[in-house]
C-alpha cells in the first residue's frame, strides 16, 4: 500500500506554477520559493498593579447607590411587627432585612465616624445592624464600666447613642443582642466560676441571681433614654428585634455532657428545678412515665448484626477520627 503524507499547504502549492497564457501547469526550474516566517511580536511590557481602592466612607448618589430601596429616616410608622409571618411597618408595607454584625469596640465609634459609617451603609442597602458582642469585655472594647462593676459605661453608652441615631437618620434598624458573652465571676459572688461554662452559658437559665443580673442589663438598656433621638431604646421604632441570650441551650449542654460537669451546687440546683416542674405538671412519676409512654411502639427486631459485640469486633469497621479512641 502507497504511503501517503501531508505536506503543509505553502510547500505544495511550490511546486506547482500557472504560465499567464493558461498552459498546463509545469515544474519550476529552480528551487521552490520559502516564504519568511513572520517574526513573534515583542510582548508588551507587564503593566504595573495599581491601587484599587473603595473608599469605607463613600455616600455619593452615584450609579452603584441602592439607597432608594430603604425608606429613611425611620419614624413611627416604621416600627416594625410581624403579621402572617413575615415583617412588616406600620403602614402594612413588608420589610425584608439585609444586614451585618457589629463586634466590641465598633459599636462605639467617635462621632463623625458614626455618621459616614450610616451613610455609606444605607448606599449600599443594608437596613438592619445587629448591635453584637458588646457585654464581652469592659471598655473600650465592650460596654461595661472599668470603675463601677455591671453598669454601663457613660462613654461608651453615649458613642452607641449617637450611632443608633444615625443609623435611623438613614433607615437603618438595629437587633439588640443582650446576653452573649458575659462571664459571670466571683466579683459577681458566683462560687467556683472558674469551672463554669464559657462566656456565662448554661448555668444562666436557671440560676436565679445570673438571671437577675441577665435582667438588670436588659432593663440599663432598653429604659435607658438616647438624648440623641429622644426616645427610650425599648420606644424606638429604630429597634427592630432583641436577641436575649445567643447560642445557648441546655439541650445541647445535657447532651455533651456539660450539665454532668457542672460544680455539684449548680447541678443539685438545676435537678431540684427540673424535679418540681415535672411534679407540677405531671404529680407522679409513675404518671409521668405514662404520658411518656403513650405513644411508644415496640422496636421491632434489631437489624444490626452482633449487636451486643459477643463476637468482638467481628463483622465492623472501625473508625478513629480526630484523635478519639472507642471501646469495646
Not at 465609634?109 to 450610616?118: F, N, S, W
Request: net charge negative.
Amino acid at each position: 500500500m502507497p504511503e501517503y503524507r501531508l505536506l503543509p499547504l505553502a510547500i505544495v502549492s511550490a511546486f506547482l506554477t500557472l504560465p499567464a497564457n493558461g498552459q498546463e501547469p509545469v515544474a519550476p526550474t529552480g528551487p521552490a520559493p520559502v516564504a519568511p516566517i513572520p517574526a513573534e511580536p515583542a510582548p508588551e511590557a507587564a503593566q504595573p498593579p495599581f491601587p484599587f481602592v473603595i473608599p469605607w466612607d463613600d455616600a455619593t448618589d452615584s450609579a452603584t447607590s441602592v439607597a432608594f430601596l430603604n425608606p429613611a429616616p425611620l419614624t413611627e410608622k416604621s416600627r416594625i411587627a410581624v403579621r402572617g409571618g413575615h415583617f412588616v411597618d406600620a403602614t402594612g408595607r413588608r420589610v425584608r432585612f439585609l444586614g451585618c454584625n457589629f463586634t466590641f469596640n465598633a459599636n462605639f465609634p467617635e462621632h463623625a465616624d458614626a455618621e459616614k459609617v450610616a451613610a455609606r451603609m444605607h448606599k449600599l442597602g443594608f437596613n438592619i445592624v445587629r448591635l453584637h458582642h458588646m457585654d464581652t469585655e469592659d471598655a473600650p472594647n465592650g460596654i461595661w464600666d472599668t470603675k463601677a462593676h455591671g453598669k454601663l459605661d457613660a462613654d461608651q453608652l453615649d458613642r452607641l447613642d449617637y450611632l443608633v441615631n444615625q443609623f435611623s437618620k438613614q433607615g437603618i434598624y438595629v437587633d439588640l443582642n443582650l446576653h452573649v458573652a458575659r462571664k459571670f465571676t466571683a466579683r459577681d459572688g458566683f462560687e467556683d466560676a472558674d469551672k463554669l461554662p464559657g462566656q456565662g452559658k448554661v448555668v444562666d437559665w436557671f440560676e436565679p441571681r445570673m438571671i437577675a443580673l441577665q435582667k438588670d442589663y436588659a432593663s440599663q438598656f432598653l429604659n435607658h433614654l438616647n438624648p440623641y433621638t429622644g426616645r427610650r431604646w425599648g420606644a424606638d421604632p429604630a429597634l427592630a428585634l432583641v436577641e436575649i441570650n445567643n447560642e445557648d441551650t441546655l439541650v445541647g449542654a445535657a447532651l455533651s455532657r456539660e450539665i454532668d460537669d457542672l460544680p455539684a451546687s449548680y447541678r443539685s440546683q438545676l435537678l431540684a428545678q427540673w424535679n418540681r416542674w415535672l411534679i407540677g405538671k405531671y404529680g407522679s412519676t409513675k404518671k409521668m412515665l405514662g404520658f411518656w409512654n403513650q405513644n411508644r411502639r415496640p422496636m421491632g427486631d434489631n437489624t444490626l448484626r452482633d449487636a451486643r459485640f459477643t463476637d468482638e469486633t467481628r463483622g465492623w469497621d472501625l473508625e478513629a477520627n480526630g484523635g478519639f479512641v472507642g471501646g469495646f
